[in-house]
């Protein structure tokens, strides 16, 4: 027990307590309605209830060999219904708190059916859980290989050779940042569920599954891997970004044309979204004569990515002095290409009435 202790950390604890918090506040509140306020006791008492039941599954799977962890699983259980039964039959009922009615064997195998449901329901948040410590406990012995082997590898060289190999594992490290600031959202194990729901709206489906393919490409480039996505696949996520983005803007109009043939190379991932995003963000789409055009070209020496649209009047704020990250936007797009060692040349032209873009890398240098 006392070792068990030492490896839990106060601040671990302590996350532990606000999320359950949280959790409980959240139940209390969608379940107060119509109700008298301290009844958001009564739900905090069986969220307290959940909490032991999570944490002794959790033992149970630490502590316990596979042999026996069945009949003790269905200890548990057995333990849980008993203690929800007394709680909302004999003990919230003494404050004044009734939260159901049990007698009656009608009443009584309803409990049973909500009791299970609440015990499968912490089953899932256990595997979940479990699943997420693995793979984090996972990452830190790779990590723990990898700073041993490149320390290794550091003995035996001379000091240029491990300035440069500081410096790469600096650029890596800053891309991996960067993609990281992009996976603020991500929910995946609800999207079927929610998709399902959206069936009956085609539109909002297609967009959804859009959304989907979004998250997708943010994991493919999370923190670990290189950052880099091949040119055609970074163009195919624009036709996918578009659909997603014209949801909010139902009236937009965007004009894609891709040159067949381009050239097999890597580039940083969302090198060309992003000036997508910007487009929707800051033009006016609206007008069929001036839609959203981006054109991809290329010749023997460079790709040429440009994308312009009509300037929206009521926006006056200039996109480069923006808020947000320096890792993200034009400015965090040109950087990454300048981590990468990717030769280009990024041109901006403001006019009056159109905003247009022109990225062009240069192929034959890569």
């Known amino acids: 027990m006392s070792v068990l202790l ?35 006791f009564g739900f905090m008492a069986i969220c307290l209830l959940m909490a032991v039941i999570f944490y002794s599954l959790l033992g149970v799977y630490w502590h316990v ?14 333990i849980m219904q008993w203690l929800l039964f007394i709680l909302m039959d004999k003990g919230l009922p003494r404050f004044g708190i009734t939260l159901t009615k049990l007698d009656g064997e009608r009443h009584i195998g309803k409990f049973l059916l909500f009791g299970l449901n609440i015990f499968f329901d ?11 410590v693995k793979t984090i406990r996972s990452l830190e012995k790779q990590i723990q290989l990898e700073r041993e082997l490149h320390v290794t590898a550091l003995e035996r060289v001379q000091v240029k050779n491990e300035m440069l190999e500081r410096e790469l594992q600096m ?18 194990n609800a999207y079927n569920a929610i998709y399902k729901l959206l069936l009956k709206n085609e539109k909002v489906a297609d967009g959804f599954l859009g959304l989907k393919a979004m998250y997708d490409y943010v994991l493919e480039n999370a923190p670990g891997q290189s950052g880099m996505v091949s040119l055609q696949r970074e163009i195919a996520m624009l036709d996918v970004w578009t659909r997603v983005f014209k949801l909010g803007y139902d009236s937009a109009m965007v004009d894609i044309e891709v040159a067949p043939g381009v050239p097999k190379i890597t580039i940083p991932s969302f090198t060309y979204v992003v000036f997508v995003e910007n487009a929707f963000e800051h033009g006016y789409h609206v007008d069929s004569n001036h839609p959203i055009r981006i054109r991809i070209e290329h010749d023997q020496q460079s790709v040429r990515y440009t994308i312009s649209n009509k300037k929206n009047p009521n926006i006056k704020r200039n996109r480069l002095k923006t808020n947000r990250p320096s890792s993200l936007g034009i ?7 300048e981590l990468a060692d990717i030769p280009f040349d990024l041109i901006i032209d403001d006019t009056a009435g159109i905003y247009s873009v022109t990225l062009s890398i240069y192929t034959k240098s890569i």
Do not use: C, D, F
């Not at 839990?8 to 209390?28: A, D």
């Not at 060999?65 to 057995?78: C, K």
């Not at 912490?122 to 997420?132: G, S, T």
């Open 122 to 132: 912490i089953v899932l948040a256990v595997i979940a859980y479990i699943k997420h």
């Open 65 to 78: 060999q596979a042999a026996y962890r069945l009949p003790l699983y269905i200890g548990v259980m057995i």
């Open 6 to 40: 030492k490896k839990v950390s106060m601040k671990h604890v302590l996350l532990h307590v606000q999320w359950w918090l949280l959790y409980g506040l959240v139940m209390s509140l969608v379940n107060i309605w119509g109700r008298p306020l301290y009844y958001t």
């Open 331 to 337: 400015a965090g797009a040109r950087h990454r290409l």
């Open 171 to 188: 650029r890596k490290s800053e891309s991996a940042r960067w993609v990281t600031t992009m996976n603020a959202h991500a929910v995946g």
